[in-house]
């Protein structure tokens, strides 16, 4: 009855207030958005816009369709995206750094979602080291996580560098030593920042242990401690801290992905896609 063709010539005459606009929008020809329109008064029966005022104005019958119109196209095209869209199917078991999640990865899932509806995917966010176990035990077919530098294994996505990072009111003290905020083993941070300062002759203590992201930037913003970070991705209200404090260097990790053996290959090819593309 409500064909979505005289539907959307409708709608554009409504939005842009002219048949001649309508027309040029939806590269038809005026004579042809007169006739949807009129074909869609025959179907409803009803005046749609008023025809007697040089404007185009609509009656309360067209106001009353203008709503019905627009979610009637909005279902129309979502229809139509998902059937017209990858072909691809199955169940896709993702896992993510939790630090790592907390970039641009939301939105490379919501595109990757919209692009391959009939994909399931299922998100694991936690540590590197728990996943890549995971991913072993083959609980997981992709993972996003922090490796170590250079190593050979996956699919970099890029290289970063490992600071130290404190509040920004945080003072160090200036003797004992350093207060560390630190996952539990194992952890390639805590195992970088403590090999780093024993081998500087550094002193430290473990003064909170987190378990994940979000209780390690909350321990840093109590000032409990310093902790360590892919320099990308401090937030804005904590900082670096300046090498006149002479905390030892950390050195590079990678943001690396790696893939099931045996794993659907098309879907682990596309979501890595699309995260090396954003990520670059």
Known sequence: MLDPVFLRSFVAVADLGSFTRAAVALSLSQPTISQHVRKLEAACDRTLIDRDTRAVRLTDDGDALLGFARTILAAHDQAVGYFRGSAMRGRLRFGAADDLALTQLPQVL???????????????????????????????????VKHESGETTGRRVR???????????????????????????????????????????????????????????????????VAVFPSSLIPGDLAALPSTLELPELGEVDFTLLARVGAAEDPIAALSAAIVERSG
């Not at 979602?113 to 995917?121: A, G, H, V």
């Not at 080291?129 to 992709?142: H, N, T, V, W």
């Not at 300062?197 to 913003?221: D, F, I, P, Y």
């Open 110 to 144: 919501r595109d990757f979602r919209q692009s391959n509806p009939q994909i399931t995917l299922e998100l694991t966010v936690g540590q590197s080291g728990a996943l890549i176990r995971r991913l072993e035990a083959s609980q997981l077919d992709l993972v996003y």
């Open 159 to 225: 290289r970063d560098r490992m600071v130290w990072v404190a509040h920004r009111g945080f003072v160090m003290p200036q003797a004992g030593p350093v207060p560390l905020i630190a996952y539990p083993n194992p952890s390639l941070s805590r195992t970088r920042a403590i090999d780093a300062l024993e081998s500087a002759g550094r002193t430290w203590r473990v003064t909170c242990t987190v378990r994940e992201v979000n209780g390690a930037l909350a321990a840093v913003r109590a000032g409990l401690g």
